[in-house]
């Protein structure tokens, strides 16, 4: 259950904090007060889209915090404990919205995803708009909701599988069987896998192949730059290095004799002298064998050529040719053996196919079964709502198949309505009235209702299109959906604000050049200046005050 609701700096609401209670609780106000802020609260709370423009001007964020009571919804408090977000028997959600960059929300002073506060608030709210009804025109949204009714989405989860695997599998098919294009195909991969595998190398050979291309393309220089290091070290000039290290040898042992601690130096210097001899030797052999090889040069480059060419024409880095030719071998290994593969994957198609209708089926009879009770339980509730002899009736239509297996299953479903006694139900979308079909969407509404859901019911000016004697009915059933959960209502009837078991009323106030909305919790006078000011408009007489207090009475005693 909802039981607080705060706002802050949003859109022209300064600060509001409202508390709610059990059974259901009525909205009214001004047109243009913000009566339905409330709802916009709860839907950016539920995950909604949010955008700077809901920011109160002047501020730098807008802040909406909710807490709920989870004593009756065990479902959201195991989500809860399995996302490790849970805080006992409470949960709060918060969002701020900056006028600036990107929201950010919580649960239970944690951050949150704003996928998570829609998964978590679809167990505690269900949010039913002004405008929501003109849903009930779609084809698409009646199959919905009567599915919703039928109890049916593993069913549909497995059509989905079973479709989207059948999908795959003919265009696996198709490629396989490829008609004309087969052949061509087939020559087109041999040719790739034969050019891949002839010139592709792995990591460390291409590598090596590198290193011997840098090397011959730059032999001359190699053996001549070795040669003039020689000359350097060991060479007949009198500034070489190994002369130079002689002299220095010759010159510390005799200083040595006059001083012993020059001792261990001359010991370095004949290491020195060893390890120039060492490179000296080993200089010269590579300086002999610098291998100056055109032949090979040639040769190596027609294979970088070869790669560089693979690698453009085929999109890819160098290294990534040789893992192609594996997936291009792989291809023409299925190609040249889809006989044996396409006579697999025919009898696949055969046993999703069996397994589809077999599913289908079920969901058929599902279907077929709820369209009667949906039918009969909406017709009864149009008759209290101002349609009596009126009667609704969902149709089912068997789709005409298409080769694909439908994730939607073999039928889709009308809405047919009459509005009068005598008169053959039509379609929905053609024959109803915007009042007929606000209260068709209530009726709608109560008949799907899921008794055993604890989660609070919202409804923003659902009452639209309605008025006299049909929308005391309408409020009478909105109260007795209040008997057995929360439910808040958006008004401006009020035959309807009457029936609530709670009255918040919502004004607009400006001063110093700002406008601020206020909500406040009404009392019984206050109750009844307000439904009077609903009755009566500008001009509130005693007379209209006298049927506001008649109109409270009789709606808080349940008298009808």
């Known amino acids: 259950m909802l039981t607080s609701l705060y706002v802050r700096h949003f859109a022209v609401v300064e600060a509001a904090e409202v508390t709610l209670g059990p059974g259901l609780t009525v909205v009214s106000g001004e047109t243009g007060a913000g009566k339905s802020l409330l709802v916009d609260a709860l839907l950016l709370l539920s995950g909604a889209r949010a955008d700077s423009g809901m920011v109160r001007a002047g501020s730098d964020r807008a802040e909406l915090m909710a807490e709920f009571d989870l004593a009756g919804l065990p479902e959201a408090r195991d989500w809860l404990r399995q996302q490790a977000l849970d805080e006992e ?56 909701l009567l599915d919703a009714y039928a109890d049916t989405p ?9 479709a989207e695997r059948n999908k795959a599998v003919l265009r696996q098919i198709e490629e396989l069987r490829g008609g004309d294009d087969r052949e061509h195909r087939l020559q087109l991969l041999r040719h790739e896998v034969e050019e891949l595998e002839q010139w592709a190398l792995s990591g460390e050979a291409l590598e090596a192949l590198e290193a011997s291309h840098r090397r011959l393309a730059n032999a001359g220089r190699l053996a ?25 040898h010759a010159e510390l042992e005799r200083l040595g004799q006059i001083d012993a ?32 090889d055109p032949a090979r040069l040639a040769e190596i480059e027609a294979h970088l050529s070869h790669l560089h060419e693979l690698s453009r024409r085929h999109r890819c880095p160098i290294e990534a040719l040789l893992p192609l030719a594996e997936s291009r071998r792989d291809q023409l290994t299925a190609l040249e053996g889809a006989a044996e593969t396409l006579d697999a994957l025919d009898l696949e198609l ?31 509730l149009m008759g209290g709502l101002g349609m009596p002899g009126g009667r609704v009736e969902v149709q089912l239509e068997q789709i005409v198949a298409s080769g694909h297996l439908d994730p939607q299953g073999l039928e889709r479903c009308e809405l047919l309505v009459s509005a009068n006694p005598g008169q053959p139900p039509r379609a929905l979308r053609k024959v109803a009235s915007g ?56 008004t401006h009837l009020p035959q309807v604000a009457a029936q ?9 106030q400006a001063a110093d ?31 209209t005050r006298g049927l506001a207090r008649q109109m409270l009475a009789r709606a808080q005693s349940g008298k009808v």
């Open 89 to 144: 028997q409470q949960c709060q959600l918060r969002r701020v919205i900056p006028a600036s960059g990107s929201s950010r929300a919580w649960i239970n002073g944690r951050p949150a995803t704003v996928s998570q506060l829609a998964e978590l608030t679809g167990m505690l709210l269900e949010i039913h708009g002004q405008h929501e009804h003109q849903a009930l025109l779609d084809r698409k949204h009646q199959l919905a």
């Open 154 to 162: 593993i069913l549909l989860e497995q059509l989905g599988t079973l």
């Open 224 to 248: 001549e730059g070795a040669s003039g290091v020689l000359e350097l070290l060991d060479g007949d000039s009198g500034v070489a290095l190994a002369r130079q290290l002689s002299r220095a």
């Open 261 to 292: 601690r020059l001792h261990p130096l001359l010991e370095l210097l004949d290491n020195a002298r060893i390890q120039i001899d060492e490179v000296v030797d080993s200089l010269g052999r590579y300086a002999q064998d610098v291998d100056l």
């Open 350 to 380: 055969q046993q999703l196919d069996a397994r589809y209708r077999q599913t289908a089926n079920e969901l058929s009879q599902r279907r077929a079964e709820a369209a009667a009770r949906l039918g009969h339980s909406v017709s009864e």
């Open 435 to 490: 009042g007929e079909l606000a209260r068709i969407s209530l009726a709608i509404e109560v008949a799907t209702l899921d008794h055993h859901s604890q989660r609070s019911m919202v409804f923003d000016e659902v009452d639209t299109g309605i008025g006299g004697a049909v929308a005391e009915v309408v409020g009478q059933r909105l109260r007795a959906l209040g008997d057995q959960r929360q439910v808040l209502c958006v």
């Open 500 to 508: 609530g078991h709670a009255h918040l009323f919502v004004s607009k």
């Open 513 to 543: 050049e700002h406008t601020r909305t206020r909500i406040t919790s009404l009392d019984g006078e206050g109750r009844h200046d307000e439904l009077a000011r609903m009755l009566g408009g500008i001009e509130i007489t005693s007379e």
